[in-house]
């Protein structure tokens, strides 16, 4: 009421209301926070550490993988050049030597026909390969 004035109320609990609600739950709430707190640190850094071990392992193996198809690769390349290249080559000198020797002898008419027909079909198939 604005007439008696301005007033302020103030009630104390008795000792015994006190020791009754006394309690420490901003301490145990505390330290609640603190062990979650605490705790998921824990579970986060385990996460983290299960997680790059697995990453590395990952890698490694691709990073293995990747090695032994280069390996492969490579053996490949020079298996082919060995029997397929080589031989190739050989082939052609062979086919260049047999048109030039035949350009250097002397074979009637008939049979220079044939040889210069067969040796085109080698020639076509040598460069087909």
Known sequence: NAEFGKYTLRIYPTKETEDIFITS???LYACIVVAV????????????YFVERRQRRLTHRVR???????AAERELNEYLA????NPLSSAIMA????RN??????VDGETYTSIEADLKIVDSSLRFI
């Open 25 to 27: 739950d901003p301490w």
């Open 37 to 48: 707190v605490g705790i998921t640190s824990l579970l986060f850094a385990a996460f983290s």
């Open 64 to 70: 293995s993988n990747a090695e032994k198809a280069a």
């Open 82 to 85: 060995h029997e397929v290249r």
């Open 95 to 98: 086919q260049s030597f047999a």
């Open 101 to 106: 020797t035949l350009a250097q002898s002397s």
